[in-house]
């Protein structure tokens, strides 16, 4: 596909000249990945143990692509911020992952499931990476199966399935509502086994602030030890980061409190293209917020909407209990706006129109920002007995936190951030713009385009990790000549006296104001502007107000404590000032994005009726942004064409 | 509401440590006791005192990172809770709480709330894990397993490794989370090949990492948010006794 428009140059940003190529194999789609696997040149097994690679991060993509990694003969050291690899935040995954068994004998194939995957993404994904994605996520379970992950199983043995958001077939396998905890666990006793055969060396509690780049190629990283707060490097003859996604950008979010973008941030300083960063996704049902000292949001899975309805008072401001209000006083709106899949649209639907109401000033709870997710016609019509049997854990959950007994009223619920598409562009082969330099899971930005699917994420990382970077790796390891690299040497030194600098310089600004007080008036700067729904006035005044914050960031911060000691408030500080500069680009991510596709939604590009209204036309691209110094970002774009899945107008009326 | 907070402070391992107290006004009954620490934090950063360090990341209790004793108990009062999901409603206004780092000699405390759990990775890599190379594995079908199995499998593998089974048992003794994941594994058919000296290796590791003995206390299970049973402690016995006389060389004498 031909782009219509050329760059311009504005005040925020300039076309910069990469030539982003995917780099997929041409020919029939169903052959694409068997043909790429083919053409790779191998590594052989001598050859294997002479090569070192870092693995940034321990989740389901790090922690499955260092196992595996390690036992075709690779050394392979991984790094994670947490005490122990198993507690990476894939490990929070509620729902399931899916997968194209077809086990159930309802239609389900790969190609059902790339297509579902190209369509629930609006059109803003790379095919060929989807198509594989489908195909791979057969293998998944078989792995994961094997490894003694106990999924949910059928009377006679068999794997059950479940079915999920934006699919008509059943296809999501599941163990209990702790899917990505047993996968993680599968995937970190993987890794463990061989950390016990010597060939992974782990590093807890070890954080990367920087990114080692060598005569064009990504050759080590600068790491802070968390316990000594010793700075130090490594070297390999590959970097790989799986670090996830960066939702904690808004402060409050589903987003473990340690979950962070300073990996990528840093690799994008060094070069790395970042794609589409302001495609954020908005969960619709989480429990509110609290009060201001909340510290993140709690999720309630998706499946609750299968029975409970949705709904605000009809007028604004009506502060009557819920069990007070009639029947015709309220306003059941995902029923009225959309008849045919009414509770049941997708997040970003659901989430916009939650705002929408609450905007209206008919907003339920003490802050107005809530609306009810009520149980009482399921209870009437099923009876007790099956809702607990259905639900029973997560009303258990929903009383712990909120103390209020969603049997007897209604669950209040809000949409909250959940989950970044966004992310470093890679290529076909996971390589990012800087050789050497592999990004898998949520922190590159390959498969799920403007949204992503409910139960997409597991697999998508599980895939990355177990299946695509192993034989990628090698194929780039194959094709290059490595010389032995020295911590020692000149850009190693550089690197690691920037982060002493930065560490220092966060240390001995000694203001006013508290790392947590910055990281929430930014959060909710972001979440006002580049949030659910976005406008060009907005944006531009969002940018304005980042930047004075920044600015009052690096003059007030207060960071207690030293540098060569347990601090997590320092840990924090360096996490927060990433954020900052990510939180720019997303909003002029989002500005040049005229158009409203997935989970970006320009008030200004809306059909009549207030739906996303895509233009194809003109923004059929990825965005990949590149830092240029303290100049405006360069917008790098990679077309995108559909042989395949063709556009068309998603429509849940 | 207000709390009164005695907090064990610690500056490292080698440094002596003591309870200091702090005086908390001004909470809400709905936030989490790690909420509660968080804003005590803001004010001694404010106030150019070190904050207290504690553990914490997913803050939805699935994730282990969390844990700290209230007035002696592992996790606090309400059974089945992380600290993270703790909220304050559960306490009197102006209650005394006393909060200290899980004890034990294999957990040394890093700072204040903050110990180093690895040992406990170290047991998991002695052989808490079935062989299978990726690549290997046939149809995830193959092999049958009933819904009994498959149920009983996840109970055990629902341990999320925080620790304070450790913490309240008087022995220190770390059999529920070993014994937990010798169940998950052992309970499968894809375990089997392993099972014997799964076992072994797991309990010697267990024993060298410093972790005391089991005597059957049960504060383990009392104190579990998972609600992982004692139970696996005896199938965990079991695989290690079974195999430890199948190990035994035939008698010399």
């Known amino acids: 596909m031909q782009l219509t428009e050329t760059i311009e140059t504005t005040r925020l940003w300039r076309p910069g000249s990469l030539s982003l190529a995917a780099n997929a194999p041409s020919g029939p789609i169903e052959r694409a990945w068997d043909k790429a696997r083919f053409e790779m040149k191998l590594v052989s097994p001598a050859n294997k143990r002479k090569h070192e690679i870092i693995v940034v991060g321990s989740g389901l993509a790090g922690a499955s692509a260092a196992a595996t990694l390690a036992e075709l003969g690779y050394n ?14 894939s490990i929070a995954a509620q729902g399931g992952i899916n ?57 006679g043995g068999t794997l059950a399935n479940r079915s999920f958001g934006g699919a008509q ?21 993987a890794l463990e086994r061989q950390v016990d055969a010597g060939r992974v060396k782990m590093f807890p509690r070890t954080e990367m602030l920087d990114l080692v780049v060598v005569d064009g190629k990504a050759r080590g990283i600068v790491t802070r030890d968390l316990v000594s707060g010793a700075i130090e490097s490594q070297a390999a003859d590959a970097v790989v980061l799986a670090t996830g996604g960066y939702g904690n950008v808004y402060f409050l979010s589903t987003n473990a409190k340690g979950s962070n973008c300073t990996a990528i941030w840093r690799a994008y300083k060094r070069g790395a293209a970042f794609a589409n960063p302001c495609f954020t996704q908005i969960h619709p049902t989480c429990i509110p917020v609290s009060g201001h000292y909340q510290s993140k949001l709690t999720l309630m899975s998706e499946s609750l909407r299968n029975d409970g309805r949705i709904w605000v008072p009809l007028n ?28 049941l649209v997708p997040r970003d639907v659901a989430s916009r129109n939650a705002k929408a109401v609450c905007d209206e000033g008919r907003g339920v709870g003490e802050h107005g920002l809530g609306v009810y997710l009520d149980f009482a016609d399921a209870i009437a019509r ?48 996971l390589m990012s713009t800087i050789p050497g330099l592999f990004v898998i899971g949520e922190a590159n930005f390959s498969d799920h385009g403007a949204n992503r699917l409910g139960a997409s994420a597991l697999m998508q990382g599980l895939s990355d990790g177990y299946f695509i970077l192993p034989y990628t790796i090698g194929n780039y390891l194959a094709a290059h000549k490595f010389e032995k690299i020295d911590t020692l040497n000149e850009e190693f030194r550089a690197a690691q006296d920037a982060v002493a600098e930065r560490t220092s310089r966060l240390l001995q600004t000694r203001g006013t104001r508290t790392v947590d007080s910055f990281h929430r008036e930014l959060g909710k700067l972001v979440w006002d502007f580049c949030g659910m729904s976005r406008n060009a006035g907005g944006l531009e005044h969002a940018i304005g107000k980042i930047r004075e914050l920044r600015e009052e960031y690096w003059r007030e911060v207060k960071v207690p404590g030293a540098a060569k000691e347990i601090n997590q408030s320092l840990e924090k500080a360096g996490r927060v000032a990433d954020f900052f500069e990510l939180a720019e680009l997303m909003c002029i991510d989002a500005l040049h994005r005229e158009e409203s596709c997935g989970a970006h939604f320009r008030e200004e590009h809306a059909t009549a009726d207030g739906e996303a209204l895509r233009d194809d036309a003109r923004f059929s691209y990825v965005a990949a942004w590149q830092y240029n110094g303290g100049d405006p970002p360069l917008l790098n774009q990679e077309p995108l064409s559909f042989e395949y899945v063709h556009p068309s107008q998603r429509s849940y009326k | 509401m207000k709390l009164i907070f005695h907090i064990w402070r610690q500056r490292d391992r080698g440094s002596p440590g003591r309870m200091v107290r702090y005086e908390k006004d001004g909470l809400n009954p709905d936030m989490s006791m790690l909420e509660a620490l968080d804003v005590l934090n803001e004010d001694l950063t404010i106030k150019g005192e070190d904050p207290v360090v ?200």
């Open chain 1, 76 to 89: 392979v050291k991984c790094f994670c911020f947490q005490d122990s690899p198993r507690r990476a935040h």
């Open chain 1, 99 to 155: 997968a194209a068994k077809n086990y159930h004998n309802d239609g389900d194939s790969v190609y059902r499931l790339f297509y579902d995957t190209v369509k629930g993404g609006d059109f803003r994904s790379r095919e060929a990476n989807v198509y594989r994605l489908a195909q791979i996520s057969v293998h998944i379970i078989d792995q994961c199966v094997a490894q003694g992950v106990p999924f949910a199983r059928e009377y």
């Open chain 1, 169 to 189: 077939v059943s296809r999501t396998f599941y163990a209990r509502g702790q899917t990505g905890q047993q996968l993680l666990l599968g995937a970190y006793q």
């Open chain 1, 316 to 343: 604004k401001g009506d502060k009557r209990a819920p069990n007070e209000i009639p029947e015709a006083e309220r306003d059941y709106y995902l029923e009225r706006r959309y008849p045919s899949f009414g509770n």
């Open chain 1, 382 to 429: 099923l009876g007790r007995g099956v809702i607990e049997e259905r639900y029973g854990n997560l009303f258990e959950m929903y009383q712990r936190i909120t103390g209020e007994n969603p049997y007897q009223t209604p669950m209040r619920i809000y949409p909250a951030i959940h989950y970044t598409m966004g992310g470093l562009w890679v290529d076909y082969q």
């Open chain 2, 54 to 253: 504690f553990e914490h990341d997913c803050r939805e209790g699935i994730c282990g990172s969390c844990g700290f004793m209230i007035n002696g108990v592992a996790h606090g009062p309400l059974l089945k809770t992380t600290v993270c999901q703790l909220t304050l409603r559960h306490f009197e206004n102006g209650q005394e709480l006393y909060l200290e780092p899980w004890r034990a000699k294999a957990f040394p405390i890093l700072r204040d709330l903050m110990v180093d759990r690895s040992a406990f990775d170290r047991i998991i890599a002695s052989g808490g894990y079935i062989s299978t190379p990726t690549g290997s594995a046939p149809d995830g079908n193959v092999i049958p397993i009933s819904k009994e199995a498959a149920e009983r499998a996840m109970d055990a593998a629902a341990c999320i490794g925080c620790g304070a089974c450790v913490a309240a048992c008087p022995n220190a003794s770390a059999s529920l989370f070993t014994g937990a994941k010798i169940s998950h594994l052992g309970l499968l058919p894809q375990g089997q090949p392993e099972r014997a000296s799964r076992a072994l290796r797991m309990v010697a590791r267990m024993n060298e990492e410093g972790f005391g003995q089991c005597t059957n206390i049960g504060e383990c299970e009392a104190v579990c948010p998972k609600g992982i049973r004692l139970e696996v402690i005896s199938r965990m016995n079991h695989d290690f006794l079974k195999a430890s006389w199948a190990a035994r060389q035939p008698a010399t004498d």
